[in-house]
């Protein structure tokens, strides 16, 4: 599976800027699909995802700010970001797995997309 993230560059504190990942593979058969983000000097976290099963999970800093959406036919899913905060800046990864889900939380991304930057600037 190869994921293409773009979108990705700066934007003022309090803005709004989106990304979007495309998928070599068909989206509805990954049973976890979204996006993860490591700032400087951090772990990776999760961002926002969706299961198989449609549920959707977003990270607590980001709940009420971020929408995930996806569209099935072209294998594509997106992130808008609103009302945007410095401590989101990060480089944001498309993730997907297959493996088998007990919680998006806990389910380990198998494939990454190669990051695209996001700089929140005062």
């Known amino acids: 599976v190869q994921l293409q993230a773009f979108g990705g560059g700066t934007v003022q504190t309090g803005g709004s800027l989106n990304l979007s990942c495309t998928a070599s593979g068909k989206i509805w058969d990954m049973n976890v699909l979204g996006w993860y983000r490591q700032a400087p000097g951090n772990q990776r976290e999760l961002v926002a995802a969706?299961?198989?099963?449609?549920?959707?999970r977003y990270g607590n800093s980001v709940k009420g700010r971020f929408t995930i959406s996806r569209d099935n036919n072209a294998n594509t899913v997106h992130l808008e970001m609103n009302n945007m905060m410095s401590e989101d800046t990060a480089v944001y990864y498309c993730?997907?797995?297959?493996?088998?889900?007990?919680?998006?939380?806990?389910?380990?991304?198998?494939?990454w997309g190669q990051g695209t930057l996001v700089t929140v600037s005062s």
């Open positions: 993730t997907s797995s297959f493996r088998p889900i007990t919680t998006i939380e806990s389910n380990r991304p198998q494939y």
């Open positions: 969706f299961s198989r099963g449609g549920s959707t």
